[in-house]
């Protein structure tokens, strides 16, 4: 395994960047002055690759990625994207958040700017979601409701996806089963992609590259480059 | 079961203020037949619409405003309050004293006696709008029209058809007290005429019409859309 700063030269998968991000310092206000999140943070990522953000709960990570995804524009820093254009971006939320009144595939198709039916479809067969496209999410599990939040930010045809913690409290069969069904559709689909776990297995598995960070406010602790042969894909 | 009950005890009390079933009915025919109860309900069901809509939208619109903004809900609060604790009689009174016997106040004064209820339901529904939807809404990119429609409103239909219903069954009553005072038609202002004569078998055939259509609209409307909009619960 090579492991290296986080300034080190990038991978083959970085031959094109569609990001650079540099964050100097994010905090949130409190009643006593503000609570410190996040250090100085430099990430490139490439347009094809997967980069986990690894680290321990409750170190920013899921605030890196709202900053990454635009919900969160009060940081101290700068968001460079290729071409200055904002990329489509997919968001898979810690929790599913679809909407319960919405069948399926109704979530997926709201989501996309103008509708594509038969994208959701393959989406929904792809991730063995098929049979449930007309269900209400009340009547799925939460590791179907899951995949389901992965099959919407892939019906976008996102250029960039930001996964936070998709597979966290799945039992570890139905976790195995949801990765190899993601990476079934990244193979076809392929787009950069910024994962947030804390299982370093799974981010083993998935990424390229693994940025492990420090405990508030966050910083990278190592950046590690997967070699191709451990990785599940 | 209720009105069998009601007929046998009419039956063996045979006072004139206390009809049998039948008599009403036969009243109800006769009044039909003459063209008094359609025209009169008729009225009375135009100021019911007209006060519900007024009285949903601008309560639904202030509701939601007043909750989603802090400032304007501590603005407003005590006026609301003040609505809604107010008499309904009193509010008819000075709405007819200040503005006149006429339509409008009429309509105006049913349509206020219940916009504060709806104020307070739909404030409530707003306060209750779930901020990682809206996030989700706004990662996708939704349009404000598009996460109007399908993330923010269905997120209210509960408070709006709990307010629909208690509306409904509020300004079923008041309607009857303004014809009351200050109509000269419609089923509150045929109540009083046979109040006045005692005719309790006119005033019980005007009220059971009523209740008829009240109840119907109870089940051939609101229920079947609540049905409809919460389906996706069961």
């Given amino acids: 395994m090579d492991c290296r700063a986080a300034s080190g030269t990038l991978g083959d998968a970085m031959a094109e960047v569609i990001l650079r991000l540099h964050i100097e310092r994010k905090a949130f206000p409190t009643n006593s002055g503000e609570l410190p999140v996040l250090g100085t943070i430099d990430l490139a990522l490439g347009a094809r690759e997967i980069v986990a953000l690894v680290g321990p709960s409750g170190c920013g990570k899921t605030t890196m990625l709202r900053i990454i995804g635009g919900l969160d524009t009060e940081f101290a820093g700068a968001l460079d994207w290729r071409g200055a254009t904002i990329p489509r971006i997919g968001t898979v939320f810690q929790e599913p958040r679809l909407l319960p009144w919405r069948t399926v595939r109704e979530n997926l198709l709201l989501a996309q700017r103008t509708a594509n039916p038969q994208l959701a479809d393959e989406l929904l067969h792809s991730l063995d979601l098929a049979p449930f496209r007309d269900t209400f999410p009340r009547a799925l599990s939460l590791g179907m409701a899951r995949r389901v939040a992965i099959a919407r930010a892939f019906a976008i045809e996102p250029e960039l996806v930001l996964l936070d913690e998709p597979f966290v409290s799945l039992d570890p069969e139905m976790a195995a089963r949801s990765r190899n069904l993601l990476l079934n559709v990244w193979r076809t689909r392929a787009t950069a992609a910024l994962l947030v776990t804390h299982d370093r297995a799974e981010a083993l598995a998935l990424a390229d590259r693994i940025l492990l960070l420090g405990d508030r406010p966050a910083h990278v602790l190592q950046e590690i480059v997967v070699p191709p042969m451990q990785r599940s894909r | ?234």
């Fill in chain 2, 1 to 234: 079961m209720f009105l069998l009950a009601w007929q046998i005890a009419a039956g063996l009390a045979h006072s004139r203020l206390f009809p049998t079933v039948t008599a009403v009915l036969s009243a109800m025919a006769q009044q039909t037949m003459s063209g008094a109860l359609p025209w009169n309900l008729a009225i009375t069901m135009g100021r019911v619409a007209a006060a519900f809509t007024l009285s949903m939208v601008l309560g639904s619109g202030l509701g939601i405003v007043m909750g989603r903004s802090r400032w304007l809900d501590l603005w407003l609060d005590n006026t609301v309050t003040v609505l809604l604790n107010l008499p309904a009689l009193v509010l008819i009174v000075l709405i007819y004293v200040w503005f006149g016997l006429n339509e409008i106040a009429a309509i105006a004064a049913v349509a206020l006696n219940k916009l504060p209820n709806t104020v307070v339901t739909m404030r409530e529904g707003a306060r209750s709008l779930d901020p990682a939807l809206a996030e989700m809404a706004r990662s996708f990119h939704m349009s404000r029209r598009r996460a109007l429609r399908h993330v923010i409103l269905p997120q209210l239909a509960p408070y709006l058809f709990a307010a629909a219903r208690s509306g409904l069954a509020l300004i079923w009553k008041i309607v009857l007290v303004v014809e009351l005072l200050g109509r000269s038609n419609g089923v509150g202002f045929q109540i009083q005429i046979y109040f006045q004569l005692f005719d309790v078998t006119l005033i019980l055939a005007y009220t059971l019409a009523f209740i008829l259509v009240a109840q119907s609209i109870e089940w051939i409307v609101v229920q079947p859309l609540e049905r409809w909009a919460t389906r996706w619960r069961r």
